[in-house]
């Protein structure tokens, strides 16, 4: 059972150029989300999705696109990169939003630098 | 904004001692969860514990909740050079049915 698989794992990108981070999940979750994780602030939440088709924004939204079209896909795109995106990124899954009562599952996460 | 706070920010002991980390949070909670991360892995939970308790424990962890002080402490006892790693509390965001949200974190190291 893979669990959560994101990809790439490192990826260095110049100020202004677009990528998109995969996130692929194989429990069935309904719940998926994206973090951002910067050195002494803990992880702050992006994006989350309850289910397909539906998405919200997180703590730390801007500069920042998901869509969630299938249940096992949750990617996240940066349009146009910025040196303050230079994070590390991990994306989650857990089997329901009820996210207060559930385990979350990470990934192994995306090292992203913006030069 | 986080809602949980752990303190102290980093800990370092040696092996076979405890370590007691503190998380605080700033609203009301139904449930509390503990996580950890191993250097440049992902989080991995630990335990949840439920606003009607009081303690928790699982294998060398004890938790503790006290929401009239809104605070719980994580306990590692005997610990062993594989607990090194951060931990981090994580609760639901204040009117956030579908946040989850986490602390800052405390960075364990113990040295054998």
């Known amino acids: 059972n893979a669990g959560v698989t994101q990809t790439p794992k490192f990826q260095v990108l110049k100020t202004g150029q677009s990528m998109t981070l995969q996130c692929a999940q194989d429990?069935?979750?309904?719940?998926m989300s994206w973090y951002r994780q910067d050195p002494g602030m803990g992880l702050r939440l992006i994006h989350y999705s309850v289910g397909a088709g539906i998405t919200d924004q997180g703590e730390v939204p801007n500069g920042y696109n998901v869509s969630r079209s299938t249940t096992e896909d949750f990617p996240l795109r940066l349009l146009s990169a910025a040196p303050s995106q230079t994070s590390v990124y991990f994306c989650?899954?857990?089997?329901?939003?009820?996210?207060?009562?559930?385990?979350?599952?990470f990934g192994q996460g995306t090292r992203l630098t913006v030069v | 904004s986080q809602q949980g706070e752990e303190d102290p920010q980093a800990l370092s002991i040696q092996e076979g001692e405890n370590a007691t980390m503190n998380c605080s949070y700033k609203?009301?909670?139904?449930?509390l969860q503990w996580y950890r991360q191993n250097s440049g892995r992902g989080l991995v939970h630990l335990i949840l514990i439920r606003s009607n308790e009081r303690e928790k424990h699982s294998g060398r962890l004890r938790v503790t909740l006290d929401t009239s002080k809104k605070s719980s402490s994580l306990l590692i006892t005997a610990s062993r050079a594989a607990d090194t790693a951060s931990y981090f509390c994580?609760?639901?965001?204040?009117?956030?049915?579908?946040?989850?949200?986490f602390g800052a974190g405390t960075r364990l190291a113990v040295h054998p």
């Open positions: 989650a899954s857990s089997y329901s939003g009820a996210v207060e009562d559930t385990e979350a599952f």
């Open positions: 609203t009301s909670i139904n449930n």
């Open positions: 429990m069935n979750h309904e719940y």
């Open positions: 994580a609760t639901g965001a204040p009117g956030g049915y579908n946040k989850l949200i």
